[in-house]
């Protein structure tokens, strides 16, 4: 897989140097303090929703999105569902002309469905010809697919320079794309809720992306529903365990649901909408009032009540810890797909108590000195 390719790609040594310039990972230096770090895209709207009546769409009017950037050409490499999900808001909102888009996917039979349901699209014989020209590709093909081999056939196309490689794809840390031959990287964790442009998406990028590149890469991104952009690549990582993989989570939620109802006697359509209901609305509700999900739970709770029991029965199994620890699993693996060190979660890497009081005092220098001033020897002589 990838990880050795690094290592193992033709690379000359001044391009392995402007790698470790280009990689947010390391070169964090330059970076503003972290509270301005974490979310600071002001200039990134996150509800460039796109509103989807019928088969056409269109982009809600967001006051602080900026000017429509166009792309000379998008080439798609895969043409799966998360492809397409990103594909057919993008033309249909007129953001990119169909003719300016080309798709290239080892199933020519999934390529020639994605094509029908794009008309104009431009349909490419090779990896080649899809990058060629392209100022931006969408990475959309299994983790698995990235191998050393389609690293190679990029890194031998013509790749316009100042194009940027947009990566769908669950895991794989940006530094991986080097070896592909783009320079400009995106990272990106999507979830499927974007097929019908309801999706959560959070993204990082590497540092050599201009505003303008960005605010690009947002708008395609937007296609698919709600966008988020961090600038330290760990909270992709981590929105895979909630956001990413999260709907798998609220689906299994759901069947217990319908199937409990069922079990008690409910028609299984009629069991679906109340808990299809039951869920939009209560998400709705925690979103519309803005309050905290456990002061709305105890609105629900009433005394010796209904309520009551099922939530008791639900600590008693351990729900909350048995979500977290999940997600917690879901993020190691994350990490682990990466090549990261993997060891995180509850129990899993205790810090040595010394470093914590150690990091305790140095960030107490006050604290630090009336303990210096304790322990000198003199304090403890008896006062005659
Ligand atoms: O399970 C997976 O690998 C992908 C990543 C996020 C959701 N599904």
Redesign the pocket.
């Known amino acids: 897989m990838i990880r050795s390719l690094i290592s193992k790609a033709s690379l000359s040594s001044s391009s392995r140097l402007t790698i470790r310039q280009c990689n947010p990972m390391r070169a964090s230096s330059s970076l503003p303090p972290r509270k301005e770090r974490f979310f600071p895209s002001s200039e990134y709207p996150t509800d460039t929703m796109i509103q989807r009546q019928n088969s056409s769409a269109a982009a809600t009017d967001d006051s602080n999105t900026p000017n429509t950037i166009q792309f000379e050409k998008v080439a798609f490499l895969g043409t799966g569902k998360m492809a397409q999900a990103i594909m057919s808001p993008l033309i249909q909102t007129g953001l990119q002309p169909a003719e300016k888009v080309s798709i290239f996917d080892v199933s020519v039979a999934q390529m020639k469905q994605a094509s029908e349901q794009n008309p104009g699209v431009v349909m490419a014989q090779s990896i080649p010809e899809l990058v060629d020209g392209a100022d931006l590709l969408v990475c959309a093909v299994k983790?698995q697919n990235i191998t050393e081999g389609l690293c190679s056939e990029l890194r031998k196309a013509n790749i316009p320079e100042n194009a940027t490689l947009l990566s769908v794809i669950?895991?794989l840390p940006l530094d991986m794309y080097y070896a592909t031959g783009y320079q400009k990287i995106v990272r990106s964790?999507p979830?499927?809720p974007a097929m019908i442009g309801r999706g959560m998406t959070v993204w990082c990028c590497t540092e050599n992306m201009t505003v303008n590149e960005r605010d690009g890469i947002n708008q395609v991104l937007g296609c698919l529903g709600k966008t988020i952009f961090v600038d330290e690549e760990k909270y992709v990582d981590m929105s895979?365990s909630i956001s990413?993989?999260g709907?798998?989570y609220i689906f299994m939620l759901m069947e217990a649901m319908i199937d409990a109802g069922v079990h008690m006697g409910f028609p299984r359509d009629k069991a679906t909408t109340l808990v299809y209901h039951t869920l939009l609305g209560s998400t709705l509700y925690a979103m519309e009032t803005g309050e905290h999900p456990a002061i709305l739970r105890n609105n629900v709770t009433s005394p010796s009540g209904t309520t009551a029991s099922a939530l008791y029965e639900l600590e008693n199994g351990r729900f909350r810890t048995v979500i977290k620890d999940a997600m917690w699993a879901?993020y190691r693996?994350?990490l682990e797909?990466g090549g990261h060190e993997s060891n995180v979660g509850p129990g899993r890497a205790p810090v040595p108590e010394g470093r914590v009081i150690q990091q305790f005092l140095d960030d107490h220098d006050d604290l630090k000195v009336s303990i210096q001033k304790k322990g000198d020897a003199s304090d403890h002589e008896p006062k005659m």
């Open positions: 983790p669950a895991g964790m979830n499927t895979t990413g993989s709907p798998a879901c693996r994350s797909m």
